[in-house]
């Protein structure tokens, strides 16, 4: 092979592999701007969530308890650090690649295996629950009402992804958490670059009914219609 096919070859691998990429955030572009649930609007009164970014990763975080659902038994106060989170009147729950959650506290500590085994949906997953006493809106918290259906129907989403044992108990992942708030459970469900915790996210709001994107895989895909 000569030198200006072996040039020829190289070009066209590394065009594949910024092709890749683009086209990935090319479609979480168009699909993040596609409403799903076009003809939703918010109520003036109804119960407060939020979804709350840290501008990579979210969660929807929702009353403790209220007359629809009551999420004690799915999050304990014992499964925390220090139970005492467990007065706080919100919950925040999220969903990742288990390697991914527990291995990587912060993005130092991610490694290329780590990263690639998520993306291409490899382990199973966790759900992420941290206990969050009156939020308040702000640029990472931004604030929805729903209707008591809407609520109902974003509970029905939710519920289900918590793995049961035998018992019929949530799983905690025992000594593992960020902090003395929050607790991992075991969930139901696969993580992909195509399911990734944003699109759980977007996927829990078009259960409920809000207009959001039809594809949600970036934390982006979610915030900005709700600045």
């Not at 793995?163 to 696969?190: H, L, W």
Request: hydrophobic share 40%.
């Amino acid at each position: 092979m000569t030198g200006r096919a072996i040039g020829r070859l190289l070009l066209r691998v590394l065009l594949g592999i910024v092709a890749v990429p683009a086209a990935y955030l090319g479609a979480a572009l168009l699909l993040g701007l596609v409403p799903a649930n076009v003809a939703w609007n918010p109520p003036a009164q109804g119960i407060t969530i939020y979804v709350r970014s840290n501008g990579v990763h979210t969660w929807i975080m929702m009353p403790r308890t209220n007359a629809y659902m009551d999420w004690r038994p799915y999050a304990p106060a014992e499964d925390l650090r220090d139970p005492r989170w467990g007065n706080a009147n919100y919950v925040a729950i999220g969903y990742g690649n288990r390697d991914f959650y527990l291995n990587t506290p912060t993005w130092g500590d991610l490694s290329p295996r780590t990263a690639a085994l998520a993306l291409f949906g490899r382990g199973p997953s966790l759900l992420h629950v941290e206990h969050v006493h009156n939020p308040e809106p702000d640029e990472w918290q931004r604030p929805i009402k729903l209707r008591p259906a809407e609520y109902r129907r974003l509970v029905a989403f939710i519920r289900p992804r918590f793995r049961r044992d035998a018992a019929g108990r949530t799983i905690p992942v025992a000594g593992r958490g960020y902090g003395d708030d929050d607790a991992f459970y075991e969930a139901v469900g696969g993580y992909s670059f195509i399911l990734t915790c944003n699109e759980w996210t977007g996927r829990a709001l078009r259960a409920a009914g809000v207009r959001t994107g039809l594809w949600t895989p970036l934390a982006q895909s979610l915030t900005w219609r709700l600045d």
